[in-house]
């Protein structure tokens, strides 16, 4: 089936300095991506939907000059935590919308850890 | 009222048992609905999609009642490697020209020797 890839898996970092994650489709073109975070036995909730060329959608409640997200291709999006504090510590997973048929695969998730 | 609510859990069930997990949700709109399961640690993997006619995967049968707005799912003959967190998912329109996957907070299954 078709892989969803994120780097790094797992990330520990001072508080203040900024971690950028990638989200890859390895095999399919992914014109939208989505970004996701989840707490200790919370729902996944979404953050941003990213669009390839244009600007990522913001779910209400989420800051983008805190969370960017670059869309350059349509097999690579990228979420950048700026400036980390210890709150932002979760659970970071994306997702890959075919452009073929609509399925939505996810990656195997980013765990940051802030200190 | 949450947009899509299951109950928490967990189930703890021998090997072997059958269980139900439902779900309900609010968007009446909606236009797919899956089942999708997560393992502690690991991303949720898509386990079904759920069809108004109900449909059925080995073990795992998926019902949708979209005038309830209801989704339930069965496992029988239940597997040690079935305990997971159970996760009901709605597609629906979003309002601001997309569709977007909700998840539910899941239903976290125990299936014990």
């Known amino acids: 089936g078709a892989v969803v890839s994120q780097h790094p898996s797992r990330v520990i970092c001072k508080s203040g300095t900024s971690v950028k994650i990638e989200c890859r489709s390895l095999?399919?073109?992914?014109?939208?991506m989505f970004w996701y975070r989840q707490f200790p036995k919370k729902s996944l909730m979404l953050m941003a939907t990213s669009n390839e060329g244009s600007k990522a959608t913001y779910e209400q409640g989420v800051e983008k000059d805190k969370f960017l997200i670059n869309h350059a291709s349509l097999t690579l999006s990228t979420l950048t935590v700026t400036s980390a504090h210890p709150e932002d510590s979760s659970f970071y997973i994306c997702s890959a919308r075919d452009s073929l048929d609509e399925t939505q695969y996810f990656g195997p998730g980013t765990r940051l850890l802030v200190l | 009222r949450k947009e899509v609510e299951q109950d928490p859990g967990p189930f703890n069930v021998p090997e072997g048992a059958t269980v139900a997990f439902n779900c309900t949700y609010s968007?009446?709109?909606?236009?797919?609905f899956f089942w999708y399961r997560q393992d502690c640690r690991k991303e949720p993997k898509l386990l079904m999609s759920v069809y108004s006619s109900g449909n059925e995967d080995g073990r795992f049968t998926a019902q949708l009642n979209r005038a309830s707005q209801y989704i339930s799912l069965l496992i029988r003959d239940s597997k040690l490697s079935d305990s997971a967190t159970y996760l009901c998912v709605v597609n629906g329109y979003n309002g601001a020209g997309s569709y977007q996957l909700t998840f539910g907070k899941g239903t976290k299954l125990s299936v014990i020797p």
């Open positions: 968007n009446s709109a909606s236009q797919s």
């Open positions: 095999d399919f073109q992914a014109t939208t």
